[in-house]
Nanobody, 125 residues
Framework: QEQLVESGGGLVQPGGSLRLSCAAS????????IGWFRQAPGKEREGVAC????????YYADSVKGRFTISRDNAKNTVYLQMNSLKPEDTAVYYC??????????????????WGQGTPVTVSS
């Protein structure tokens, strides 16, 4: 069965860093683009970053560009989201998702087939 498990969330002060992990199982990881999405209380879910499977191409939301970095380790079936210079507005539950698309990635939630349960990130002093 397809499964994605996020980890690494927590409480961090503004300006701090966190690294989220997304461990995949039950599907051919190499053929899937992986995306990170987030949902803050009272707000709609938004795309944060994604990475393709074919060439590791990446795409970022403008709000995180230059601060977040997405990467993948196909040998470990894991995708990472390194988050630096965190701001209070980054507070949200972060989800990873898998898209059976080996060619490219897009930050559209309807495109994704599998979802994790999420890991909470709180940025506060």
């Amino acid at each position: 069965q397809e499964q994605l498990v996020e980890s690494g969330g927590g409480l961090v002060q503004p300006g701090g860093s966190l690294r989220l992990s997304c461990a995949a199982s039950g599907f051919t990881f190499d053929y899937h683009a992986i995306g990170w999405f987030r949902q803050a209380p009272g707000k709609e879910r938004e795309g944060v970053a994604c990475i393709s499977s074919s060439n590791g191409g990446t795409y970022y939301a403008d709000s995180v560009k230059g601060r977040f970095t997405i990467s993948r380790d196909n040998a470990k079936n894991t995708v990472y989201l390194q988050m630096n210079s965190l701001k209070p507005e980054d507070t949200a539950v972060y989800y990873c998702a898998g898209d059976l698309n080996p060619l490219y990635c897009i930050l559209a939630s309807y495109e994704y087939d599998y979802w994790g349960q999420g890991t909470p990130v709180t940025v506060s002093s």
